[in-house]
């Protein structure tokens, strides 16, 4: 199942305004990493080993900023914490 575009661009909206909610600055960056599943093959991609990797729909999404205190703060939304 291909994700839709606009479903891309509307998520990346809504963790850019969450980022900006919670640290009260635009972020400088967000990015996203689709996510997969082996169903063969585990941990043996890094030894020239064979693996079936299969894309999914779940991604990590990733806003960042600088700070002037020099703390790396992490939010989760979905535990609603920071650390």
Known sequence: ?????????REASDVRQKFTEIFGEEPV?????????????????????????VAIDRSVWVAAASRQDRQVVIHALDFGESV
């Open 1 to 9: 199942m291909k994700r839709e575009k606009s479903n891309v661009k």
């Open 29 to 53: 960056a967000v990015v996203r990493a689709p996510g997969r599943v082996n169903l063969i093959g585990e941990h043996t991609d890094y030894n020239d080993g064979y693996v079936l990797p």
